[in-house]
């Protein structure tokens, strides 16, 4: 296949392009999930060497991203923006293969532009672009594994005979990302599972290949088990701890549940974000007949058979993570958006004649969706509301910090961390913390009970607060029940409940945080211990 440049040429560009649309986020402390596990996952490889955490909970996560990560910051030193800037590079090794991609299922150097372009500027993925989860490593080496997977040719497979391809770069690459991030399997075995139902279709003499390709699509299990027998030999959990296992698999098997879910994923792929602008322009595209040249030539298409495997993807992912992972974040389903968007230029570029005007406009979609935020709850993640969420966090610090050092605090979750840790970026020395699941009325009723335990509150907003509506987009009893949807006090209430002064608060139309502080005669005690030894 003719590419306009080598892929080592182009790589430099796609990550320039990176660097300077993100170069206002590369100095952010760590956020959420990155402040939960992974970053502290991989500080406890960096300076023990253990791939087992130390210093959290282990969730069984494989320890690639860890042992990357190190490995930086041995070379560059520990800080923030060392850790943006790696992850940058495996970002821009994702949109490599989108290029890659769309070059091998098309053709069309246009379409593999614009493919690339909205892949980058797609919120979901320009957010996850420097956040230290283990998805975008996932993401990336499961692009990477389809570029060697799918078939690259119209007509390659139609006649049932399939050619011959060298399969054990895909294989390699989806060892990569089951390393990464062990939910990546959904992909490989779904591929595999997709070629042994084709073989049932095919003539008996020529099942064989179908076998072949399935075989090499599950190699991957290997490595996944092999890191699975060395977490059970070094911590005689399998799947993690039994929270986390509970919390992501077991509880998540009812019915009702995994309709829900499956509603929320579907969503989530074809409408979350302004998604639905290129979808419905796919759809309404695909009302035309396809554009001829002059020698009645039609353009270039993905092939039927790259496409139902595009599809059953697509299928098989919505369908696993109903019923994988407690939190409906949409990080998980980050490799499937490429594909997305490959379909929809590619049907643009086949049967609209001004076609760029269609990725034009898909394209700005995205970017008002990076900025201006949909009217429904979404974790902040999944556009830029994550910098601002951490800008908020910082500056609430910052007046704790100024005001009352030294005190202990209530708080929820990811605030617990951000004071405690100080290799988080938030605070030089650590506080001591009274942990609250969140500020809700139960929540805050039980840190009343114990009013000795803290000297100030820091509270903030826990979910999105989106425009309310006279009417639900879901069923509030459902997202209660089963997606942990839940109503904050605010700070006034909170304060008036624990019998403490507002002494700070910061408001606007997406978070607010608040410094509440307690005056008792109980707190008037020394920290440091009586001299006995005289």
């Given at each position: 296949?003719?590419?306009?440049?080598?892929l080592w040429?182009?790589?430099?560009v796609?990550f320039?392009a990176?660097y300077?649309?993100?170069?206002?986020?590369?100095?952010?402390?760590?956020f959420w999930d990155?402040?939960?596990y992974?970053?502290?996952?991989a500080?406890?490889f960096?300076?023990?060497?253990?791939?087992?955490?130390l210093?959290t909970?282990?969730n069984?996560?494989?320890?690639?991203p860890?042992?990357?990560l190190?490995?930086?910051?041995?070379?560059c030193?520990?800080?923030?923006?060392?850790t943006?800037?790696?992850?940058l590079i495996?970002?821009?090794?994702?949109?490599?293969?989108?290029?890659r991609?769309?070059?091998?299922l098309?053709?069309?150097p246009?379409v593999?532009?614009?493919t690339?372009?909205?892949?980058?500027l797609?919120?979901?993925?320009?957010?996850?672009?420097?956040?230290?989860?283990?998805d975008?490593?996932?993401?990336a080496?499961?692009?990477?594994?389809l570029?060697?997977?799918?078939?690259d040719?119209?007509?390659a497979?139609?006649?049932?005979?399939?050619?011959?391809?060298p399969?054990?770069?895909?294989?390699?690459?989806?060892s990569v990302?089951?390393l990464?991030?062990?939910?990546?399997?959904i992909?490989p075995?779904?591929l595999?599972?997709?070629?042994?139902g084709?073989?049932l279709?095919?003539p008996?003499?020529?099942r064989r290949?179908?076998?072949?390709?399935?075989?090499?699509y599950?190699?991957?299990?290997l490595?996944?088990?092999?890191?699975?027998?060395?977490?059970?030999?070094?911590?005689?959990f399998?799947?993690g701890?039994?929270?986390?296992?509970?919390?992501?698999a077991?509880?998540?098997l009812?019915?009702?549940?995994?309709?829900?879910?499956?509603a929320?994923?579907?969503?989530h792929l074809?409408?979350?974000?302004?998604m639905?602008?290129p979808?419905l322009?796919t759809?309404?595209?695909?009302?035309?007949d396809?554009?001829?040249?002059?020698?009645?030539?039609?353009?270039t298409?993905?092939?039927?058979p790259a496409?139902?495997?595009?599809y059953?993807?697509?299928?098989?992912?919505?369908?696993?993570?109903?019923?994988?992972?407690?939190?409906?974040?949409?990080?998980?389903?980050?490799?499937?958006y490429?594909l997305?968007?490959?379909?929809a230029?590619?049907?643009?570029?086949?049967?609209?004649?001004?076609?760029?005007?269609m990725?034009a406009?898909?394209?700005a979609?995205?970017?008002?969706?990076?900025?201006?935020?949909?009217?429904?709850?979404?974790a902040?993640?999944?556009n830029l509301?994550?910098?601002?969420?951490?800008?908020?966090?910082?500056?609430?610090?910052?007046?704790l910090?100024?005001r009352?050092?030294?005190?202990?605090?209530?708080?929820a979750w990811?605030m617990?961390?951000?004071?405690?840790?100080?290799?988080?970026?938030?605070?030089?020395?650590p506080f001591?913390?009274?942990?609250?699941?969140?500020?809700?009325?139960?929540?805050?009723a039980?840190a009343?009970?114990d009013?000795s335990?803290?000297?100030?509150?820091?509270?903030f907003?826990?979910?999105?607060?989106?425009v309310?509506?006279p009417?639900?987009?879901?069923?509030?009893?459902?997202?209660?029940e089963?997606?942990?949807?839940?109503?904050?006090?605010?700070?006034p209430?909170?304060?008036?409940?624990?019998?403490?002064?507002?002494?700070?608060?910061?408001?606007?139309?997406?978070?607010?945080?608040?410094?509440?502080?307690?005056?008792?005669?109980?707190?008037?005690?020394?920290?440091?211990?009586?001299?006995t030894?005289r």
């Amino acid at each position: 296949m003719d590419e306009p440049l080598p892929l080592w040429m182009i790589f430099p560009v796609i990550f320039a392009a990176l660097y300077l649309t993100h170069w206002s986020l590369l100095r952010l402390p760590y956020f959420w999930d990155e402040a939960g596990y992974y970053i502290p996952a991989a500080w406890d490889f960096f300076r023990t060497g253990s791939l087992i955490p130390l210093t959290t909970i282990s969730n069984a996560h494989p320890p690639l991203p860890s042992i990357y990560l190190a490995l930086w910051w041995k070379v560059c030193g520990f800080h923030p923006e060392v850790t943006r800037e790696a992850i940058l590079i495996v970002a821009s090794m994702g949109l490599l293969a989108v290029w890659r991609l769309a070059m091998k299922l098309n053709g069309s150097p246009q379409v593999a532009f614009w493919t690339l372009v909205l892949t980058g500027l797609y919120p979901i993925w320009f957010a996850q672009s420097t956040l230290a989860h283990a998805d975008i490593f996932a993401a990336a080496a499961t692009l990477w594994g389809l570029v060697y997977a799918l078939p690259d040719r119209p007509g390659a497979m139609s006649d049932g005979k399939p050619g011959k391809r060298p399969l054990w770069p895909a294989a390699v690459w989806f060892s990569v990302a089951v390393l990464a991030k062990e939910t990546a399997i959904i992909t490989p075995v779904a591929l595999a599972a997709f070629e042994l139902g084709a073989a049932l279709r095919k003539p008996v003499a020529i099942r064989r290949e179908s076998y072949r390709q399935a075989a090499w699509y599950c190699l991957c299990l290997l490595p996944l088990a092999g890191w699975y027998a060395y977490h059970y030999s070094r911590t005689r959990f399998l799947f993690g701890n039994p929270e986390f296992l509970r919390y992501n698999a077991t509880s998540t098997l009812e019915p009702l549940r995994i309709a829900a879910a499956f509603a929320h994923r579907l969503m989530h792929l074809f409408l979350h974000m302004n998604m639905f602008v290129p979808v419905l322009c796919t759809a309404a595209a695909m009302l035309l007949d396809p554009v001829q040249n002059e020698a009645g030539r039609m353009r270039t298409r993905i092939s039927f058979p790259a496409q139902s495997r595009i599809y059953a993807l697509l299928l098989m992912n919505a369908l696993a993570f109903s019923v994988l992972g407690g939190a409906l974040l949409t990080r998980y389903l980050l490799p499937m958006y490429p594909l997305i968007l490959l379909v929809a230029v590619s049907t643009f570029h086949r049967r609209v004649r001004y076609w760029p005007l269609m990725t034009a406009f898909s394209a700005a979609a995205f970017l008002v969706a990076l900025f201006i935020n949909p009217p429904y709850g979404f974790a902040p993640e999944d556009n830029l509301t994550y910098a601002h969420v951490i800008r908020l966090h910082q500056q609430a610090i910052r007046q704790l910090v100024a005001r009352y050092p030294g005190s202990t605090v209530l708080t929820a979750w990811p605030m617990t961390d951000e004071l405690t840790k100080p290799e988080l970026g938030y605070v030089r020395t650590p506080f001591e913390v009274a942990r609250l699941e969140d500020f809700t009325a139960p929540q805050i009723a039980k840190a009343g009970e114990d009013p000795s335990g803290y000297s100030t509150a820091l509270v903030f907003s826990t979910k999105e607060e989106p425009v309310a509506f006279p009417f639900h987009l879901d069923s509030p009893k459902v997202e209660s029940e089963y997606f942990g949807l839940h109503q904050d006090l605010s700070a006034p209430a909170i304060a008036r409940q624990l019998r403490g002064d507002l002494v700070w608060e910061h408001t606007d139309e997406l978070e607010w945080a608040a410094l509440i502080r307690f005056h008792r005669s109980v707190e008037a005690q020394l920290r440091t211990q009586p001299d006995t030894s005289r």
